[in-house]
C-alpha cells in the first residue's frame, strides 16, 4: 500500500498501527506505509504512537519487535513535520540515552530533526559533534540536513570535510548536505566526489556526494558528474549513482552521456542509464513502459 500511495488505506492502516493487540510485524508495515504514503491524517497517530513511552515498556519476549516497531515510526514521521510540544523533548531523551540499544538511538535523532526546535537542533550538533557511536553521530548529520537550515550547511561541510572525521561522520554530513541541496555546496561536493591527485576519500562517501550533485542539478554538478562518469577505472557503484544522480537532476546536458551507458555489458547500469533516458526524454528506448 506504501508504494502505491493509495490514500484510501490511510484510515485502516491507523487502526492497525493504534492496536496494541495486533500483530506487531502488522503493525510495523502499518506505520512504514502511512510513511511512505504521506497524508497528514497520519501524523496524529504517528506522533502518539513514537511519544508513548507505556508503548515500549513490554517485557523481554518482544522487546526486539518493540523496538522494531520504534524504528519504523520514528523513520515514518520524517515524512512530516512534527508538532506536540514535547516531542523534541521525549527524543532527546531517548537519543542521550547512552545505555539505548544503537538502532533507537539513531531512529530517535532522526525523528528528532522533524520537530524544527532549536533546542533540537542544538542537541544534533553536539551528537554530530560528542556521541560516542559513529552510527548516531552519522544519523545527527543526516538530521540536520532533513531540516532544510541552510544556516547548519557550515557545520555540515565541515564535518564532510574533516579527514580525521570517522567515515560515518562523513556521510552522515554528506547526506545532510543533500538533503539541504543548495547550490553553494556544489564545489565542496565536487571535491569530495572526485578528490585532487593524492587525496583519498573513502568509496561510500564519494558515492553519497555523487547522490547529493545530483539532488542540487545545476550545472555545476551535472558537469562534474558527467566528467567523473567519463574516467576509465571507475567505481562500478560510483558510476551507478552517477548515472542515477543525472538522472534525478533531469538534465538535458546528461542526455548523450546516458545513452552512451546503453552500450554497457553491465545490466543494473545499463537498465538504470534506460530508465533515467526515459523519465527525462520520454524515450524508452526500446522498453515498453505502462
Known amino acids: 500500500m506504501g508504494k502505491l500511495k493509495s490514500t484510501t488505506a490511510v484510515p485502516e492502516l491507523i487502526s492497525i498501527l493504534n492496536d496494541r493487540g495486533a500483530n506487531p510485524i502488522a503493525r510495523i508495515n502499518a506505520a512504514t506505509a502511512l510513511g511512505k504514503i504521506e497524508d497528514t491524517r497520519a501524523l496524529k497517530?504517528?506522533?502518539?504512537?513514537?511519544?508513548?513511552?507505556?508503548?515500549?515498556?513490554?517485557?523481554?519476549?518482544?522487546?526486539v519487535k518493540h523496538k522494531k516497531f520504534f524504528q519504523a515510526v520514528a523513520n515514518a514521521v520524517r515524512s512530516f513535520t512534527l508538532t506536540s510540544a514535547n516531542a523534541d523533548e521525549k527524543l532527546i531523551s531517548r537519543l542521550t540515552d547512552t545505555w539505548e540499544h544503537d538502532p533507537i538511538?539513531?531512529?530517535?535523532?532522526?525523528?528528532?530533526?522533524?520537530?524544527?526546535?532549536?533546542?533540537?537542533i542544538e542537541q544534533l550538533k553536539d551528537t554530530l559533534a560528542n556521541d560516542t557511536v559513529e552510527g548516531v553521530r552519522g544519523a545527527a548529520g543526516l538530521a540536520l540536513g532533513e531540516t532544510k537550515r541552510k544556516d547548519l550547511i557550515p557545520t555540515l561541510v565541515e564535518v564532510m570535510e574533516d579527514t580525521s572525521k570517522a567515515a560515518g561522520d562523513r556521510r552522515g554530513a554528506t547526506q545532510g548536505l543533500?538533503?539541504?541541496?543548495?547550490?553553494?555546496?556544489?564545489?565542496?561536493?565536487?571535491a569530495i566526489m572526485s578528490p585532487p591527485e593524492g587525496t583519498t576519500v573513502a568509496i561510500e562517501i564519494r558515492r553519497d556526494a555523487a547522490v547529493a550533485l545530483g539532488k542540487i542539478g545545476n550545472d555545476v554538478a551535472v558537469s562534474a558528474l558527467i566528467e567523473e562518469l567519463r574516467k576509465e577505472g571507475i567505481d562500478?557503484?560510483?558510476?551507478?549513482?552517477?548515472?542515477?544522480a543525472l538522472g534525478t537532476a533531469k538534465s538535458q546536458e546528461a542526455v548523450e552521456e546516458l545513452k552512451s551507458m546503453l552500450d554497457n555489458e553491465d545490466a543494473d547500469v545499463h537498465f538504470t542509464a534506460a530508465d533515467?533516458?526515459?523519465q527525462i526524454t520520454g524515450d524508452g528506448y526500446g522498453y515498453t513502459r505502462s
Open 276 to 278: 533515467y533516458l526515459f
Open 105 to 120: 538511538r539513531i531512529a530517535a535523532a532522526k525523528a528528532l530533526g522533524r520537530t524544527g526546535t532549536d533546542e533540537a
Open 178 to 190: 543533500g538533503e539541504i541541496a543548495d547550490p553553494s555546496t556544489a564545489p565542496a561536493l565536487v
Open 45 to 63: 497517530a504517528l506522533e502518539e504512537r513514537l511519544l508513548d513511552e507505556t508503548e515500549y515498556n513490554i517485557t523481554m519476549v518482544v522487546a
Open 236 to 244: 562500478r557503484n560510483l558510476k551507478w549513482d552517477i548515472i542515477s
